[in-house]
């Protein structure tokens, strides 16, 4: 069936949206000044040589604009998100409520300690609790995403190194299938990184780790659900075997929400964990923020954690502000200009009081059990990459596609069709053709059931054979059919450059 | 007379003499999907058999090349980081990655041979 096309380029309600320099009327602007006083000019040579491109538009034009981009957003508020390691589930409004309180929401990093003390003691408080669920001897509040977390974690294990003398240990192990987070990280501190390879369970080899360390080697990150879904179950051998090489054993916490309330970080023998707390804890994230990264540290790392830090005076909370001095006598230093993301602190600690230890527990079950019911369910058509059950993500490869002409890709934009966001793709790497799926512990069955209804259909479309061009084709229904992706990577139009000769514009946008 | 080994991380080397021409394999190209940023070693730059030598990315995934024996970079293609399609294209010709100095050409020996890759190949699709 071909679409009628429109006059407007809108289809419907769906409505069409230029740049908001494209929709630009030199002199338009909502509010009249009055014409400007003559003056004598006093920039000399600095002085504005030319119009500096504002876009001219009324108001209505402006609030229309921000709308109608809104409107194009897909969040986990208008649907089901399972973007894999992503951890899109529901965040409860009444995180908004408590973060909205004057007292949270209206306070100054500047202002003196003595008028906030209340928020110190909610930083405090959120120690607390990670401390509490972890059994670690310190964290560190400040990392302001899980990636910040991780370098945290290994400035840390950076100057236990130096403060013993083990200075000649430039070597991180990696395994495989890590985020990319995990080597980027290493490499920014300025270690060397070893690939650890995967058995054919999906898990780290532990022989070949332990090959692996030698005198050189600082630390071993390990992801724990790992990216494949599955729990690393030698970790305590792990552990041994790294302490007993001189090493620290960083774990990457992204997947922390699958283990929360089961289990302590602590007794795994862990030196340094970083918590997505905008994941586990849920403040609603995606696009790039906001998070917060705050790392639990092993007694041995605790003395190097970074400042700012709170600290109790008494009765009295305070902050400790500077490297050196008192309880941050050998931090490393300062990684962010304040406390950390004290708005992200007040949503998680709201969610954990809201849900309770025994909350907690149950959700990390859920997303557990929802996992298993997707892996479960679509195994009837797809192919699932490793062996069940798993934790709170399911992984298919894509033999279930082999001979059909169809790949991973067309099957994510069809699913863009069926109104739902695509799964996670081509990651992990270990798996050939990946879909990566995290449904979290808020979706309902019927939420579910209409998903896996949803892929067991493009599963036996594709392996039916005739359906090729569909697949290809698709999206059929979003405001833009299938993008370039390959020549958005080769050639990007990263800004918007005035039109020379009044064509330049639509170019641009395209 | 040339000779052209390969490594199970898919790169291929022909040889002349001591000198080799470093790249990789049609299957890597096709499993990698369109290529779209190489990173190709700069001359003089020393690298071990195995070490990372050149960086690719593709739609789907970003990798190192490794290179298959240890010695110095003569030279890395140039023209490959304006126009890393020809990767895609050309995988065996035009779109190498480096020629390199080998410093022991006996390390040759531990790689395979075209049959041998071909079958390597096989065994994993």
Known sequence: MTMPTTASGNRGLQLEQGLIFELNTPGMTAVDLPTAPKVTERLGDMKNSQAIGLPGLSEPDVVRHYTRLSQKNYSIDSGFYP??????????????????????????????????????????????????????????????????????????????????????????L??????????????????????????????????????????????????????????????????????????YFYMDGANYNAIVGRLRIADLGVDAMHINLHKTFSTPHGGGGPGAGPTVLSAKLAPFAPVPMVVKVGERYDAEEHAGFGAAKQSYGRMKGYHGQFGVFVRAVSYMMAMGIDGLRQASGDAVLNANYLLARLSEELTPAFDGPCMHEAVFDDRFLKGTGVTTLDIAKALIDEGVHPPTMYFPLVVHGALLMEPTETESKATLDGFIESLLHLARKAKSGTAEADFKAAPMYSPRRRLDETKAARKPILRWLPPADGNGAKQAAE | MSQTRFTKDH???????????????????????????????????????????????????????????????????????????????????????????????????????????????????
């Open chain 1, 174 to 247: 990696v395994p495989e299938s890590a985020h990319g987070t995990n080597p980027a990280t290493a490499a920014l501190c300025g270690y060397a990184v070893e690939a650890i390879p995967a058995n054919a369970e999906g898990r780290v080899d532990v022989a070949a780790l332990k090959a692996h360390l030698r005198p050189e080697i600082a630390a071993v990150m390990i992801t724990n659900p790992n990216t494949c879904g599955l729990f690393e179950r030698d970790c305590i051998d792990i552990a041994k075997a790294v302490h007993d090489a001189g090493a």
């Open chain 1, 83 to 172: 973007l894999g390691s992503c951890t899109m589930k529901h965040n409860p409004r009444l995180n908004e409520k408590m973060a909205r309180l004057p007292g949270f929401a209206d306070i100054h990093p500047f202002q003196p300690v003595s008028t906030v003390l209340g928020a110190l003691e909610l930083i405090d408080t959120c120690a607390a609790w990670l401390k509490d669920l972890t059994g670690m001897a310190a964290v560190a509040m400040s990392p302001a995403a899980g990636a910040h977390g991780e370098l945290c974690g290994l400035m840390c294990i950076k100057s236990a190194h130096e403060a013993n003398g083990q200075s000649h240990r430039k070597t991180i």
């Open chain 2, 11 to 125: 790169e291929w080397i022909k040889v002349d003499g001591n000198v080799g021409t470093v790249g990789i394999t049609e299957f890597a190209q096709g499993q990698l999907g369109d290529i779209v940023f190489v990173e190709v070693p700069p001359a003089g730059k020393a690298v071990k058999a195995g070490g990372e030598a050149a960086v690719v990315e593709s739609v789907k995934a970003a990798s190192e090349v490794y290179s298959p024996v240890s010695g110095t970079v003569k030279e890395g293609n140039s023209a490959l980081p304006d126009a890393p399609e020809t990767v895609n294209s050309d995988p065996r010709g035009k779109g190498w990655f480096f020629k390199i100095e080998l410093s022991d050409v006996k390390e040759l020996d531990g790689l395979m041979d075209q049959a041998a890759y071909d079958k390597f190949v096989a065994e994993l699709s």
